[in-house]
């Protein structure tokens, strides 16, 4: 009865391990059950001790009889014997290798297998519980992280039995290699190619990475015979290692090296006798060694300037230097960037003529030698840089340019406003090359056109009137030309329409007087062209010569002056000096004593108007003898002239009276 007993503990034991497994996905209802039954199957029966079927990989161990094929008895914890079978993993853990050796198993042969991989659970119960992925599983557990563009790679693209370890691979006798993830050599010819056929050795990894399969940045190649310096460096490796026959493999070893000409070719053809090495350098084959001395002074043709800069090739092509080179001219070497536009020159277009061998620019035809063309360099054309008026066009810049007209080089300024006779857009007509903005036009030029100068309007300056804005303009040119030529064209109107019929008359060419109607161009305070004796109010005696402000005022409260609905009456103007003593129904009659030649004397008929006549003695009296009476009013000493006594005694006292 010991072997059903010790059958139940180890079944026992199994399912405690199976729960505890992290792939056991069952709900707690489930596992109870799963474990009830399991645990049934394992108590004693007349026929059948076995916890339950094995699975599809170990049908052949099934039955009583073959327990001992995997169990061994009679030991104190449940011990297996799952290595006798599975050599291959025997091997792995032996070795400490894949992923097996990382699970750090101490106890193979007891549980540790079964911790994993469970048994009696059905035929078609899963020995392995996990899913390789690439994105799930976690390959540093196998002692081989996939870095670089490795960690992109599937899972089967490796894992094929020909990138097995053969040891590996003949021990598995029960299982399909196919699909076994056992085993993968980690070296990389197994499953790269050797494109070096085993020149380099077996150990890719010592020239390259698996970030960059080309780039081979773990070699260097200063521990070779040939340590690489200078430009030779950037050199890629295709360059120099190429397979000896179309198709073959690259040649890494016993390459030839001792001499630049068993890679380059001789550009000199044979014209220096000394090895490349002896002038040239790996720096740059234009970098000559200090030794090398040549003195091009003992030629023909001595490098002055610029030319010592040139390198030899740029003028002995594909380094022929026994050719012999035509230098007579400077087109013999350049070309002419000026395609014969100079050709008519005396030196027939030779390029020493502008230039020099110190360098092309600056060019020696200045101001001076420009005084030789056909166009003269004056005035401020004298400043103007070449460039301004010989521009580039295309691949050359033009040097034959217009200049009939200066319209030919420049824009026209006045948008057109002198196109028409008789000025026909001549720029010279008022300008000179000295100074653009000081025009000759003047005041006797200005006389010859539609609006001469006269009066005041000689001293305005020509920016007053030419203006931009003005002219009916709103483009930012300043207009000289002008359709409405009236006074109201650039003066306001300060009246206000108040004589627009006045200034609507034409005169007998068909134009409007304006405000010539009444002023002139001489001072606008003038204003002789206005007759007031055309008017309700003639200008008479002194009124002649009051000024028009004296009676023309602005009324209070407004700017605007007034001229039409002055009142006509004395009082409007003048101060009643009499303090209203000769009011009359409202108004003054001051033209009854006085008159508009002069204020005083008076005029006034005492004989006629008074009820005392002037006779005798009385007709040289002056008035204020009689009229003494003065009071004062709004602060000022008015004379009376009413009430007045008519009695004698009233001036000459009674005693006289006799």
Request: net charge positive; charged share 25%; proline share 6%.
């Amino acid at each position: 009865m010991n072997e059903p007993k010790e059958g139940v503990l180890a079944t026992c034991q199994q399912i405690a391990s199976w729960l505890s497994h992290p792939h056991n996905t069952l709900n707690p209802v489930r596992s109870f059950l799963v474990v009830a039954v399991l645990f049934s199957a394992a108590l004693p029966a007349r026929s059948q001790i076995s916890p339950g079927p094995l699975s599809k990989a170990h049908q052949s161990l099934s039955g009583t009889t073959q327990c001992a094929g995997c169990h061994q008895f009679g030991t104190s914890t449940p011990t297996f014997k799952c290595l006798d079978c599975h050599k291959e993993i025997a091997r792995l853990l032996l070795e400490n290798l894949g992923y097996h050796a990382r699970l750090e198993m101490k106890n193979p042969n007891g549980k540790d297998c079964v911790r994993c991989h469970l048994e009696h659970n059905g035929e078609n119960f899963s020995l392995i519980h996990w899913e390789p992925s690439v994105k799930q599983f976690d390959h540093r557990l196998t002692g081989y992280p996939l870095e670089g563009k490795h960690s992109s790679v599937a899972c089967e693209k490796c894992h094929t039995p020909s990138h097995m370890i053969p040891e590996v691979r003949g021990l598995l006798k029960r299982q399909n290699p196919a699909g076994s993830y056992l085993g993968a050599s980690s070296k990389c010819i197994a499953c790269h190619e050797d494109y070096h056929k085993g020149q380099l050795g077996k150990e890719c990894q010592d020239c390259h990475n698996v970030n960059d399969w080309k780039a081979a940045k773990q070699f260097d190649h200063s521990r070779t015979r040939y340590p690489l310096t200078g430009l030779h460096i950037q050199v890629p490796c295709e360059k120099c290692h190429k397979p000896d026959t179309p198709g073959g493999p690259v040649r890494f070893k016993d390459m030839k090296f001792a001499a630049c000409s068993d890679c380059h070719a001789d550009p000199h053809h044979g014209a220096f006798k000394q090895q490349c090495e002896e002038c040239h350098t790996t720096a740059g084959w234009k970098k000559l060694l200090p030794s090398f001395q040549f003195d091009h002074a003992k030629t023909k043709y001595p490098l002055l300037g610029e030319h010592a800069k040139v390198s030899c090739i740029a003028c002995h092509v594909s380094g022929d230097f026994q050719r012999p080179l035509r230098f007579a001219k400077c087109m013999d070497c350049h070309k002419d960037v000026h395609k014969g536009q100079f050709a008519g020159r005396p030196q027939k277009g030779e390029c020493a003529e502008c230039h020099k061998v110190e360098g092309w620019k600056p060019s020696l035809f200045g101001v001076k030698e420009h005084g030789s063309s056909k166009y003269p360099l004056e005035g401020k054309h004298a400043n103007v840089e070449c460039s301004k008026c010989h521009i580039p066009a295309g691949k050359g810049t033009i040097y034959k340019v217009k200049f009939a007209s200066c319209l030919d080089c420049h824009k026209d300024a006045h948008d057109g406003q002198f196109a028409g006779q008789p000025f026909r857009n001549r720029c010279e007509s008022c300008h000179t090359v000295a100074d653009f903005h000081r025009s000759l036009f003047n005041i006797a030029k200005h006389r010859e056109t539609q609006f001469p100068l006269t009066g005041a309007h000689v001293t305005v300056t020509c920016v007053e009137c030419h203006k931009v804005g003005g002219g009916g303009r709103t483009a930012k040119i300043i207009p000289f030309r002008f359709e409405d030529k009236s006074c109201t064209a650039c003066h306001s109107d300060p009246h206000h329409g108040e004589f627009r019929e006045r200034m609507e008359r034409r005169r007998p060419d068909g134009t409007k007087f304006g405000c010539e109607a009444c002023h002139s161009t001489r001072s606008w305070g003038e204003v002789s062209g206005f007759d007031h004796s055309k008017t309700k109010f003639p200008l008479l005696g002194v009124h002649r010569a009051v000024a028009c402000n004296a009676c023309h005022k602005a009324l209070l409260g407004e700017k605007q002056i007034q001229f039409k609905g002055i009142p006509q009456v004395c009082e409007a103007c003048h101060v009643d000096l009499h303090a209203k003593q000769f009011v009359r129904q409202g108004k003054t009659d001051c033209s009854s004593c006085h008159s508009s030649q002069r204020w005083k004397p008076s005029t006034f008929d005492h004989n006629k108007r008074t009820k005392l006549p002037l006779r005798g003695g009385h007709e040289g009296v002056p008035c204020t003898k009689c009229h003494s009476l003065v009071k004062v009013v709004d602060g000022k000493a008015v004379t009376f002239y009413k009430p007045v006594p008519v009695q004698c005694e009233a001036c000459h006292g009674a005693e006289k009276k006799g």
